[in-house]
């Protein structure tokens, strides 16, 4: 698979040292450190996508007027690459991450990037960085592909004429520090993290700005996540955090239908698709926070997890609100909740059939 455009390759003369790169591999964290490189590309209207290469990761140099800073015309992905037990690395479907990412752009004014230039972009930075991939199980090198407008000047009125699309790399442990432990959660019916019409179904970072108070108050309330409610009632579950929702009801899972409001990820996508494989039914629709909690209160409920690409999936064990507050099942970890998540992880480490051809392999 080749793009149109020519990557200039400029080595970083400074990249670490083996032991420099192993002592952060012991421990990664998650988004702390990042590779020897980053892929840069321009855009200019009239023009269009230029001056593609692969460079040192490093600052950049931007004009304070730059419209990014002050209308916040931007937009980003997060995608992992795997090494599997055969010493290959793979990525997991980031073509879905390519049509997700001209979808933002379509929505924040933004050109498009061609699916087959974002998928060498990333081909690129990994084979550079290969040995950046941990080797450690469950870890893996998160991507954040993303655009900023460069356009330098103040007004409204339109959108920049100029862009940059950018790919930087970050080898990542578990994202919860507690790994495949339940989760508490507070649900937010002061602040709304979308409204119909607005940007919520884009991957912008408007949406996840919006969503730190509510995060602050989540924590105040001693909760790790926020659950996100309908803009209009204030009633139906949407997402948790930034992360989509599935609830669980012996073997029928149901997720929030997609209104514009939330965030079609790639794991939702995924585990709707591949429910079946293992026996379990999957469905779109809506559910209020009341029937949340009979559900849970009747044992009709058993389960409930999030799942997203950076925490892959992770069980809801709590819900608390301003005059309520419940338990799901009995507070750990579901037999459903574990099999999706071990499904999952295992086709992108590869000890599961890929029978949806989902899996790329870059090196």
């Not at 015309?73 to 010493?87: C, I, M, S, T």
């Not at 979808?103 to 040995?131: G, I, K, N, W, Y």
């Not at 450690?136 to 009125?157: C, D, K, W």
């Not at 105040?220 to 989509?244: F, I, K, P, S, T």
Request: glycine share 10%; with cysteine.
């Amino acid at each position: 698979m080749t793009s149109q455009l020519s990557f200039e390759v400029r080595p970083n003369p400074q990249a670490r040292s083996t032991a420099e790169r192993e002592r952060v591999l012991e421990a990664p964290g998650f988004g702390q450190t990042f590779t020897d490189h980053m892929v840069s590309i321009d855009f200019t209207e009239g023009e269009g996508w230029h001056d593609a290469r692969l460079e040192p990761y490093g600052p950049l140099v931007l004009d304070p007027a730059t419209s990014v800073f002050h209308y916040a015309q931007e937009l980003f992905e997060g995608l992992k690459a795997y090494r599997q037990a055969n010493g290959s690395i793979v990525a997991f479907r980031p073509y879905a991450n390519a049509a997700r990412f001209n979808a933002s752009a379509a929505r924040m004014a933004m050109p498009e990037l061609p699916e087959d230039t974002f998928v060498e972009s990333l081909e690129l930075l990994v084979q550079t960085d290969r040995e950046w991939v941990p080797t450690t199980e469950g870890h893996s090198l998160y991507l954040r592909p993303f655009m900023i407008a460069t356009q330098a000047g103040l007004g409204v009125n339109y959108p920049s004429k100029t862009y940059r699309y950018m790919v930087i790399a970050s080898p990542a442990a578990s994202y919860f520090a507690g790994g495949v432990k339940p989760v508490s959660v507070w649900l937010s019916t002061e602040y709304t993290r979308a409204a119909p019409g607005g940007t919520g179904f884009a991957k912008c970072g408007g949406n996840y700005a919006a969503a730190f108070v509510a995060q602050r108050q989540a924590v105040a309330e001693g909760c790790d996540q926020v659950v996100w409610l309908d803009a209009v009632e204030h009633r139906y579950v949407e997402e948790m955090g930034g992360m989509n929702l599935f609830f669980v009801f012996g073997d029928r899972l149901l997720t929030p239908a997609l209104t514009g409001t939330l965030l079609p990820g790639i794991t939702r996508d995924s585990i709707l698709t591949f429910a079946a494989d293992l026996g379990l039914t999957a469905e779109e629709g809506r559910l209020s926070i009341e029937e949340w909690q009979a559900g849970c209160e009747s044992g009709e409920l058993t389960e409930v997890f999030a799942c997203g690409t950076a925490a892959v999936v992770t069980p809801v064990g709590s819900v608390k609100g301003a005059d309520r507050a419940w338990t799901i099942g009995d507070g750990t970890p579901g037999p459903v909740t574990l099999k999706i998540r071990e499904e999952l992880m295992g086709i992108q480490y590869g000890s599961r059939p890929d029978t949806h051809n989902w899996v790329h392999k870059i090196a």
